[in-house]
């Protein structure tokens, strides 16, 4: 079993097989966290590059631990540590770590379609770990595994995304995914936070939150930016948490076991009221855990996988 | 020295347009002769070079009037001989050039330089643009009396809009008595600030997007302060079709204002972005299909007056880099004839709008001598219109090699390029 990808650089790629076969391994290794001993060697002797490019501490950690117990060496580095505060260009920095042969090189990056440019340059396989606003792939497939885990299947459900669409690669990764799986896409948010064009991405979208949520079987609330009060996208957190942010009465019109979900990390009172990120239907801390399984599982789909055994 | 061209179809906008033969004296025509006219000024037998042009255009030499020569100070992207010798290729005989370089040619020493280096190269005609504000700051004119004597044919602050009103209104006013033509870059910073054009493909990408009325709003400001200075204003890179139309209505009432598009914008549009091509990165960006078809009519109805390349050269280091962080432009030199005979091949100009887009409208606009009559300077162009070829971008002139039409297929190209009845390019 494996995948015949060198990258994963986004969800648009993979074929509907490819996610189940992705999903499926990542429920099989998920047992593994829970045991006493929390590791086996399958990826002993390969080397995983973390390179991160962008602040993280949830995305990294998680393939960090996930590279960790598949007993694969892997070795971090972040905008801050590399040459290329010291000018090297994104390219010559790929070119030395390829030089130093990892096998496969986990990639975040301010800029979207960077990690495209990576793969191009190197012969390691490649997983996009969140590009700009472009894609986020993993998040994407953790979420699709944790929807699965619990409702069984996901085709035919309806998933409520809420939040800033236009700029959360998030939100264009589950789209795809989700809409590929069979499910129906609702996006929600103000309309300074719905792109242009968004009708491409395959999901509906409307202004109004609970015309979003009405019936949905998933709500997924992102993660609202301060910062972007500055670009004049809300007037205030006070304004954007009454308008669109989830509480326990909207939550009413969802369906009765409605799945709540945040990629993290959480604005208390803003986007998510406290009781509702804390309360029954709250899948927040399982995707958090189905986040390492499922990174074990792309870790050991591209590096110990048919593409590896074809090598031998 | 004596040259013929014989066999081609002369064809000079509103004035030649048949089977003839050009007669060259050193710099100058000496004959435009038809079958059985007038006699030639000189016999055939004493010509040191007898050109055939049969089956061939002989064209007014094709003016750019919107090029990046980046000498002085970006000398490893181009120089002023490189991109000579690409416009020589791609059939232009004079090139305007623009102020952005380091320093910038805000100064007759600089403007100076740029047409020192190119004289000696005697080949193709280069007119520096001045900077319209002194050192492209944007808050001071330059002397642009002293740029003009030393030979700029134009000013402008290219690269970036001049934002303040105030200024701009100042820059037409004062450019008024010196006689020297204002090239405006229109562009409203506080809504371009995309790296793309704003839709679906920016939205599919995860790139941010540029409105076309980060363009449309500052033509129209443009036009504005044109009517109330009464100067003539030239918008350069035109590329949405909100600009086309408030240009159109300009035009209408009679406000003095022209207009340019690069071939790019009439070829290409924003899908060409997919997936991350910095060579599809320009500013203005590539705009939707419903923009392309505007500019196409546009060129068509006289709205746009010129075609111009914008040639930006690049190298590796500007352009192999995230989408975010590549540079804008593409070189354009070498494709600009061949893009603009797409048009008359699929029947949306005629060679001879072609020819006014690309030679005689843009040397109009800048007071450049061109047309081709008896006594006039030997500048001009023999098209094969027929030649197919694929353009080989690594084979070219220039010295950098970001163009989105590496690889194209083409039909039409330069055959020919005298400049002064000296040949610079032939194929």
């Known amino acids: ?312 | 020295m004596r040259i013929i061209i014989k066999g081609g179809r002369v064809l000079d906008p509103g004035h030649l347009d048949d089977i003839m033969d050009v007669y060259i004296e050193n710099d100058l025509i000496t004959g435009i002769v038809e079958k059985g006219g007038a006699p030639p000024p000189f016999e055939a037998h004493t010509a040191d070079r007898i050109i055939s042009a049969d089956g061939c255009i002989v064209s007014p030499g094709l003016v750019d009037m919107h090029v990046h020569l980046r000498e002085p100070g970006e000398e490893y992207k181009e120089t002023i001989e490189s991109g000579i010798r690409a416009a020589a290729a791609g059939g232009f005989t004079s090139i305007c050039c623009m102020p952005n370089t380091k320093p910038v040619n805000d100064s007759k020493e600089v403007t100076r330089y740029i047409i020192c280096q190119a004289k000696a190269l005697a080949s193709v005609r280069v007119f520096p643009i001045g900077a319209a504000s002194r050192g492209l700051a944007g808050d001071a004119l330059s002397e642009y009396g002293e740029l003009k004597d030393a030979g700029a044919v134009g000013i402008t602050d290219d690269g970036k809009p001049v934002t303040d009103s105030q200024l701009m209104r100042r820059v037409l006013e004062y450019s008024k008595s010196i006689g020297i033509r204002v090239i405006s870059h229109s562009e409203e910073l506080t809504l371009a600030n995309g790296v793309m054009n704003e839709g679906s493909t920016a939205t599919r990408l995860g790139l941010s997007g540029t409105p076309n009325a980060a363009e449309s709003i500052m033509v129209m400001r443009d036009i504005a302060l044109a009517e109330l200075t009464h100067t003539p204003i030239h918008i350069a890179h035109v590329s949405t079709r909100e600009s086309i139309r408030a240009i159109r209505g300009a035009k209408a009432q009679g406000i003095p204002v022209s207009a340019e598009t690069a071939p790019h914008y009439f070829t290409l549009t924003d899908a060409a972005v997919f997936e991350y091509d910095t060579h599809a990165k320009m500013n203005p960006p590539l705009r939707s299909p419903e923009d392309r078809q505007a500019v196409r009519k546009a060129l068509a109805d006289g709205t746009i007056d010129a075609i111009a390349t914008d040639h930006a050269p690049h190298s590796g280091l500007e352009k192999q880099v995230p989408f975010d962080e590549a540079a804008n432009g593409i070189i354009g030199l070498e494709t600009s004839l061949s893009l603009g005979l797409r048009l008359v091949e699929a029947g949306v100009l005629t060679l001879s709008q072609l020819i006014e887009k690309m030679a005689v409208n843009p040397a109009r606009i800048l007071g450049l001598a061109g047309g081709l009559r008896i006594g006039g300077k030997a500048d001009l162009t023999v098209i094969d219109s027929s030649a197919k070829y694929q353009y080989n971008a690594a084979n070219g002139f220039s010295k950098s090699r970001n163009t989105p039409f590496d690889g194209w297929e083409f039909q039409g190209r330069a055959q020919c390029t005298l400049v002064a009845g000296r040949i610079v390019h032939e194929i």
Not at chain 1, 66 to 86: C, E, N, Q, W
Not at chain 1, 126 to 138: C, E, K, L, R
Not at chain 1, 215 to 230: F, N, P, S, T, Y
Request: no cysteine; proline share 4%; hydrophobic share 45%.
């Open chain 1, 1 to 312: 079993m494996g995948l015949l990808k060198k990258d994963i650089l986004d969800v648009d790629s993979l074929s509907i097989d490819e996610i189940q076969t992705i999903l499926d391994t990542a429920d099989g290794l998920k047992e593994i966290s829970s045991r006493p001993i929390k590791k086996v060697p399958t990826l002993r002797g390969k080397t995983v590059i973390l390179f991160f490019h962008e602040p993280s501490t949830r995305t990294r950690m998680s393939f960090d631990i996930a590279a960790k117990r598949l007993s694969a060496d892997s070795i971090a580095i972040t905008a801050g540590t590399s040459s290329m505060v010291k000018g090297e260009t994104l390219i010559d920095t790929a070119k030395n770590l390829e030089a130093m042969a990892p096998d496969i090189i986990v990639m975040r990056h301010s800029a979207a379609g960077a990690p495209y440019l990576l793969a191009k340059t190197v012969s390691a396989g490649i997983i996009n770990a969140g590009d700009g606003m472009h894609a986020h792939p993993t998040q994407a497939l953790l979420d699709m595994m944790t929807v699965r885990e619990e409702k069984g299947q996901i085709a035919g459900l309806r998933i409520a995304i809420i939040g800033d669409i236009a700029h959360s690669r998030v939100a264009r990764s589950n789209v795809a995914g989700f809409t590929k799986m069979g499910a129906e896409v609702r996006l929600a948010g103000p309309p300074t936070m719905i792109p242009q064009g968004v009708d491409t991405l395959g999901a509906y979208a409307t202004y109004d939150m609970d015309e979003a949520i009405e019936g949905a079987d998933v709500v997924m609330m992102l993660r609202i930016q301060k910062e972007r009060q500055r670009s004049f996208l809300f007037p205030s957190e006070r304004e954007y948490a009454a308008r669109y942010g989830l509480n326990r009465e909207r939550l009413k019109i969802a369906e009765k076991d409605v799945l709540i979900m945040h990629p993290g990390p959480l604005n208390r009172g803003v986007e998510i009221a406290p009781d509702v990120a804390d309360g029954p239907y709250s899948m927040i801390l399982d995707q958090v855990a189905n986040g390492v399984a499922l990174r074990m599982a792309l870790l050991y789909l591209l590096g110990g996988g048919v593409r590896n055994a074809d090598h031998h």
